[in-house]
């Protein structure tokens, strides 16, 4: 009854605390501690007193050790003696660890359209189309599947397209045309560069000059030009022709992010010049003439692609240049030089023709002045024969 009585009284401050407690608090009169903070009212104390903390934070407080390390002794150079052991007796036994890829090798020794295999297609990640949200239906035919939400390019149809296009570069190259291979992205310009070197071509890894093609006589008049030989040696005498032709258009292009060059290949359709372009899932392949379905955000892909193409302009121009020297010439003279050159001879004969007819009349007009000296040498001789008098004949 008591204890029941105390918890009606106290209501809920009596019950927050452990019943325990609580009833030794009401039968003993020594302070017991509770864990609870004391939320009765301060004593006073002095004003020189220390302030002494809660005893909340002083009942389970615990003092602080300093843990020592224990001494242990320095080993690093049995260690390393140890390991060198180790090393010479087990460093021979295993398999050899070689770098396989490099990615300056595509550069150093550039594949060519014979080396091009699905093994070095998938390593360079020719297969790795776009999201399957961004595809353009007619590229439906180079799609393999989706993986992911990934389509996959079919490499069975890269190789295919990429031998097809070096074919192209290869007679284009074969027949003196002018080759320009295109690439406007960071990272393409080494790209570019190795695969107009190797096939004697032109590169372009800056923007395009809307117009190049189609208003080629404003935008590159002046541009200093050259005429070749089937030997490719430089020929003299035709710096008039050249100095009032036409600029020079390419005769293949050859463009490794055709999204970014839409105006070069608008300039090249109507014109009538053939491209060649990397046709990713997302890309439109109506753009190009010869497409090449590929990844054409791997530096690796376009750097197999422009090195197997560059290898086939090189191969165009090395037999171009051995038939040239048994005398087979397989491309024709272009019509506006053919016609500079019959003007040239029509000129020439005509300047002949003149000289010869004015030699034939200064040889008639010599024989006709001998033949009236010859005369007056005859009339001047008759007559001191008849008259016994000699003649005075004026020869001047």
């Known amino acids: 009854m008591i204890i029941r009585d105390f918890g009606v009284r106290q209501a809920r401050k009596a019950l927050a605390a452990p019943l325990r407690q609580a009833c030794l608090r009401s039968l003993s009169t020594q302070p017991t501690p509770t864990g609870v903070a004391d939320l009765s009212e301060p004593t006073l104390q002095s004003p020189n007193a220390k302030p002494q903390p809660p005893s909340i934070f002083t009942t389970n407080a615990r003092t602080s050790v300093r843990r020592k390390k224990a001494a242990t002794p320095d080993t690093t150079v049995e260690d390393y003696q140890m390991a060198q052991q180790l090393k010479s007796k087990i460093g021979r036994i295993g398999s050899r660890v070689e770098r396989t890829y490099r990615p300056a090798d595509v550069f150093l020794n550039p594949p060519g359209p014979k080396d091009v295999t699905l093994e070095l297609l998938m390593a360079s990640q020719a297969h790795m189309g776009h999201h ?6 007619a590229n439906a035919r180079y799609i393999y599947g989706i993986r992911q939400g990934i389509h996959i390019i ?10 097809r ?9 074969y027949r003196g045309g002018l080759i320009l291979f295109v690439g406007t992205r960071p990272g393409q310009t080494q790209i570019v560069t ?8 032109c590169h372009l890894f800056t923007k395009w000059t809307p117009g190049s093609i189609t208003n080629s006589e404003v935008i590159l008049a002046g541009m200093p ?15 008039r022709h050249l100095s009032e032709r036409r600029p020079l258009i390419p005769d293949l292009v050859v463009c490794l992010n055709p999204l970014e060059n839409y105006v070069l290949l608008h300039e090249c359709s109507l014109v009538n010049v053939p491209t060649i372009g990397v046709i990713d899932t997302n ?18 892909c376009l750097a197999v ?12 121009h090395k037999r171009r240049i051995d038939d040239a020297k048994k005398g087979v010439v ?19 004969e005509r300047e002949a023709m003149r000289g010869f007819d004015e030699s034939q009349v200064q040889a008639k007009a010599q024989d006709a002045g001998l033949d009236t000296k010859a005369a007056g040498l005859d009339t001047g001789f008759q007559n001191s024969h008849m008259q016994r008098v000699r003649s005075d004949l004026d020869f001047d």
């Open 132 to 137: 399957a949200s961004l595809w353009n239906p």
């Open 154 to 163: 079919a490499l069975e149809q890269t190789a295919a397209h990429l031998r």
């Open 165 to 173: 296009a070096a074919r192209v570069v290869e007679e284009v190259a």
């Open 194 to 201: 190795q695969a107009a070197r190797l096939s004697r071509a």
């Open 225 to 239: 030009l050259q005429m070749l030989d089937e030997h490719d040696e430089p020929v003299a005498g035709y710096e």
């Open 283 to 300: 890309t439109e392949p109506t753009w190009v003439t010869y497409g090449i379905p590929a990844n054409d955000d791997s530096l690796r």
């Open 305 to 316: 692609i422009g090195s197997v193409l560059g290898r086939a302009g090189e191969a165009g």
């Open 330 to 348: 397989a491309w024709t003279t272009p019509l506006d030089v053919a016609n500079f050159l019959a003007v040239q001879r029509e000129n020439a």
